[in-house]
Nanobody
């Protein structure tokens, strides 16, 4: 079992920055892929960025060059979000995948508005 807890969301003006963190506990050694997803009001959840256990990262086209996913330590994955736009407004969810399961955090809201 893996438990995920996100933090760092909030209200920010367009062009601003936020850093989201996801702290994992439990069987963290079994995690193969960690990532961030988001769900805007009235829309389906979509993937934002992922990081593999070998450090390779990948990003949705709309956030490339603005967002950076990183593994801070053995149990924390962060998402640095710069140059935020109103369309980035969503609830952001941390995700962790093992060979057999898929885990989600409770989500942290991000609102980009002036």
């Amino acid at each position: 079992q893996v438990q995920l807890v996100e933090s760092g969301g909030g209200l920010v003006q367009p062009g601003g920055s936020l850093r989201l963190s996801c702290e994992a506990s439990g069987s963290i050694h079994s995690i193969n892929v960690a990532g961030w997803y988001r769900q805007a009001p009235g829309k389906q959840r979509e993937w934002v960025a992922v990081i593999l256990d070998n450090g390779i990262t990948n990003y949705q086209d709309s956030v490339k060059g603005r967002f950076t996913i990183s593994r801070d330590n053995a149990n924390t994955v962060s998402l640095q979000m710069n140059a935020l736009k109103p369309e980035d407004t969503a609830v952001y969810y941390c995700n962790a995948r093992t060979a057999f399961d898929n885990y989600w955090g409770q989500g942290t809201p991000v609102t980009v508005s002036s």
